[in-house]
């Protein structure tokens, strides 16, 4: 059994472009989740699903983020006109109902 | 409002020294859960221990052991004997629960970032 899994790892991007990032969860996982960590900070939830559905957002989603989970297995975060400010860690959580959650790796976005 | 502080910002520690780090939480929930995080440089986040609300009693995993008072809304992390390999930041987090009592995203402290000299 793999872990959670991001692709990509690092992500290097122009201001004003859009990024996709991807999460595979853990198999049979019916929950995900997004959280965003800055340099000396803790993660900060942005958006979970249940299954296909997306359940809740944080306010820190605005409307340049969108997130969708097709079929209830992998999930894709998008960034529109990426701004500096999006610079930061992406992480991406997966649980089995009202369980821990479980971390991928990340994926690094650095917007010049 | 929910809150996690980690007041700690960073310690230092020589091999085999034990170390606390605390956690501090608010919340106005009856139900909740209480966890731990180890984020070693390589940046990974590793689940170490899930609590809830009701169960009070302190646990103890090998060298890991976690103190849960609900009278003073702590949640602290001793390390004892402490090793080169438990250097990393470690975070503290609470979950609240959504409607029907499933457990809700993870709220994060700033985390500890703990250095074990050898």
């Known amino acids: 059994d793999t872990g959670v899994s991001q692709d990509p790892r690092h992500k290097i991007t122009k201001r004003g472009q859009n990024v996709t990032f991807r999460c595979d969860p853990i198999s049979e996982h019916n929950r995900l989740y997004w959280y965003r960590q800055t340099l000396g900070q803790g993660p900060e939830f942005l958006t979970y699903?249940?299954?296909?559905?997306?359940?809740?957002k944080s306010r820190l989603l605005s409307d340049r983020f969108s997130a969708e989970r097709p079929k209830g297995s992998f999930s894709t975060l998008e960034i529109q006109r990426t701004e500096q400010g999006d610079s930061a860690m992406y992480l991406c959580?997966?649980?089995?109902?009202?369980?821990?959650?479980?971390f991928g790796p990340g994926t690094r976005l650095t917007v010049t | 409002a929910q809150k996690v502080t980690q007041a700690q910002t960073e310690i230092s520690v020589v091999e085999k020294e034990d170390v606390t780090l605390d956690c501090v939480y608010e919340t106005r929930d009856t139900t909740y859960y209480l966890f731990w995080y180890k984020q070693p440089p390589s940046g990974e986040l590793v689940f170490l221990i899930r609590?809830?609300?009701?169960?009070?009693q302190n646990e103890i995993s090998g060298r890991y052991s976690w103190n849960f008072q609900k009278s003073t809304s702590s949640f602290n992390f001793t390390i004892t004997a402490s090793q080169v390999v438990d250097s990393a930041v470690y975070f503290c987090a609470l979950s609240e629960t959504y409607y029907g009592g499933s457990q809700g995203n993870l709220i994060f402290g700033k985390g500890t970032k703990l250095s074990v000299k050898p």
């Open positions: 699903f249940q299954n296909e559905a997306q359940l809740e």
């Open positions: 959580a997966s649980s089995p109902q009202a369980y821990e959650q479980y």
């Open positions: 609590r809830n609300s009701f169960d009070e």
